[in-house]
């Protein structure tokens, strides 16, 4: 079974920077896009950036220039650098993942627990 971690959430002032980790484990064959979603209290998760499997990216404009999707060093890890954080960029981040398995060779969506980033004003 496929596990997707997330770490590196927690409390920062506005204008700072905090980086958030995502780790996949399990026997994993093959990952496409992987992404980075948010979703603040009341709202619906909306997504953030994606890291395609071409290693091509793409942000959704209230994040551009600010936030960086990579993958890690290690394989089948994402980060998400946050930049000059706003008090609207207050949410859980969830981590999702496209993952073929060895004993699937057919790529599902695995999600991550979520972690939560607080900005404060």
């Known amino acids: 079974q496929v596990q997707l971690v997330e770490s590196g959430g927690g409390l920062v002032q506005a204008g700072g920077s905090l980086t958030i980790s995502c780790a996949a484990s399990g026997s994993i064959w093959s990952v496409n896009d992987m992404a980075w979603y948010r979703q603040a209290p009341g709202q619906q998760r909306e997504l953030v950036a994606v890291?395609?499997?071409?290693?091509?990216?793409m942000y959704v404009d209230f994040v551009l220039g600010r936030f960086t999707i990579s993958r890690g060093y290690a394989q089948n890890t994402v980060d998400l650098q946050m930049n000059s954080l706003k008090p609207e960029d207050t949410a859980v981040y969830y981590c999702?993942?496209?993952?073929?398995?060895?004993?699937?060779?057919?790529?599902?969506?695995?999600w991550g627990q979520g972690t939560q980033v607080t900005v404060s004003s």
């Open positions: 890291m395609h499997g071409d290693a091509s990216t």
């Open positions: 999702w993942m496209e993952v073929a398995t060895y004993s699937d060779y057919r790529h599902y969506d695995y």
